[in-house]
Each structure stands twice: as structure tokens, then as C-alpha cells.
């Protein structure tokens, strides 16, 4: 695709819920990036992968969190038994290769826990 | 760990004014240095990348540079104009992620 796309766009769950949240990045990038960002704050890492492994999971804030890219293209973020302060806009970046080249980054999705 | 700042927290300026957003980094061993705008509840869309070696890169009234011994980075905005309102970041990486500021409001008022 042209861009980096994460659906959906909005998500409104109920605490305690389980939640997937899906980034396709740009077609041919190898390193994939998830971020947490709460309003007024700037982004916070949650894991980088570069193919299809985890190689930093250290932003991930506990084990109710857990994200794969099995086919190292799509990315799926998957938080379990979602409580309120989980509520924040989740942003997927890609870039073609890691560390050295620019990040492009999705339009996010606004997750709101209820 | 690294820590990045970014002054000042807000900005307005009236139509037409150039600005200078200021982004300090605490650890000097980056790869490269990326300015980004985002609008409110949206992503974040890249302006420009510096890479490590070197010292500013330039886009239309855009121009970032980056002095690494020092630790900070500024982002330019020639004759600036109301589109440009936004919130500016910026995010040092150091291999595996991107280290953000809180960044920048800046508010241009026609």
C-alpha cells in the first residue's frame, strides 16, 4: 500500500475485554515499530520487529500485552483483560530497514476502555 | 536511558513570522534524528531525517540540524503560515526505537 495502515481507526471496549489492534505496514519494510502515545504526551515504544521476531519487547508494560507478525508483513497487538488506564492512541510505524532510515508512521488507532 | 526535551512546550506566532523549535537529546550515540507534525488525534507524518553524520537537511521552508556533540537538534520554519499549526515532535533513535520529546504546539494566527 501506499502508506502505513491501522485498523480500525477507533475502538471502544469494555474493561476486561480483549482487544486486537492490526498495522499493515508499507510493503517491502522489514522493521515494524508499536508505540503507545496518551494525550499530551509524546509516543512511548512498546516493541520492535524486525522480520517476523521480537527483537525488543522491552516497552511492553506487562504480560496483558503481546504482539506478533507471523508472515514478518502484518502486525497484530493483542491486549487482554483491558483496563482503563490502557486507553491511550496506539501508532505502528515501519521502515525499510532498521535503525538508519526514516520511520513512517500510521494514523493510529484511538483505543477508549469503558 | 535516553531522554529527550523539547522547548518550548507552546508557541504562537502571527502569519508570516519564522520560528525555531529547540529538541535536546541526553545521549549522543543516535543513529539519526527525525522532525515529525501531528495534527490533533491523528499520526504522526515525517517531515525530515538527519542521519548521524550529518549536520541539516533541508525541505521546501523546512530546515533541520543536528550538532550531536552538543545533544540538540532545532527545526526551522521559514515565513510560516496557518497550515502549519500543529504539534511538532521530535525522536532520536538509538537502533531498536525512537525516543520522543512531548513536543511542540505551535499555534500560527492569521
Known amino acids: 500500500g501506499a502508506g502505513v495502515s491501522q485498523t480500525p481507526s477507533n475502538k471502544v471496549t469494555e474493561k476486561g475485554k480483549y482487544v486486537e489492534l492490526r498495522c499493515d505496514p508499507i510493503?517491502?519494510?522489514?522493521?515494524l515499530y508499536w508505540y503507545r502515545q496518551s494525550l499530551g504526551q509524546g509516543p512511548e515504544f512498546l516493541i520492535y520487529?524486525?522480520?517476523?521476531?521480537?527483537?525488543?519487547d522491552s516497552g511492553l508494560p506487562n504480560d496483558r500485552f503481546f504482539a506478533v507478525r507471523p508472515e514478518g508483513s502484518v502486525s497484530t497487538l493483542k491486549i487482554q483483560r483491558t483496563e482503563r488506564g490502557d486507553s491511550a492512541m496506539y501508532l505502528c510505524?515501519?521502515?525499510?530497514?532498521?535503525?538508519?532510515?526514516?520511520?513512517?508512521f500510521g494514523q493510529g488507532t484511538r483505543l477508549t476502555v469503558v | 536511558k535516553q531522554e529527550v526535551t523539547q522547548i518550548p512546550a507552546a508557541l504562537s506566532v502571527p502569519e508570516g513570522e519564522n520560528l525555531v523549535l529547540n529538541c535536546s537529546f541526553t545521549?549522543?550515540?543516535?543513529?539519526?534524528l527525525q522532525w515529525f507534525r501531528q495534527d490533533p488525534g491523528k499520526g504522526l507524518t515525517s517531515l525530515l531525517l538527519?542521519?548521524?553524520?550529518?549536520r541539516e537537511q533541508t525541505s521546501g521552508r523546512l530546515n533541520a540540524s543536528l550538532d550531536k556533540s552538543s545533544g540538540r537538534s532545532t527545526l526551522y520554519i521559514a515565513a510560516s503560515q496557518p497550515g502549519d499549526s500543529a504539534t511538532y515532535l521530535c525522536?532520536?533513535?538509538?537502533?531498536?526505537?525512537?525516543?520522543f520529546g512531548t513536543g511542540t504546539s505551535l499555534t500560527v494566527i492569521p
Open positions: 510505524a515501519s521502515s525499510p530497514r532498521p535503525a538508519d532510515t526514516e520511520a513512517f
Open positions: 510493503s517491502g519494510h522489514t522493521a
Open positions: 520487529f524486525q522480520g517476523t521476531g521480537a527483537a525488543d
Open positions: 545521549d549522543s550515540a543516535i543513529y539519526n
Open positions: 538527519i542521519q548521524s553524520s550529518q
Open positions: 525522536a532520536a533513535s538509538t537502533g531498536n526505537q525512537f525516543y
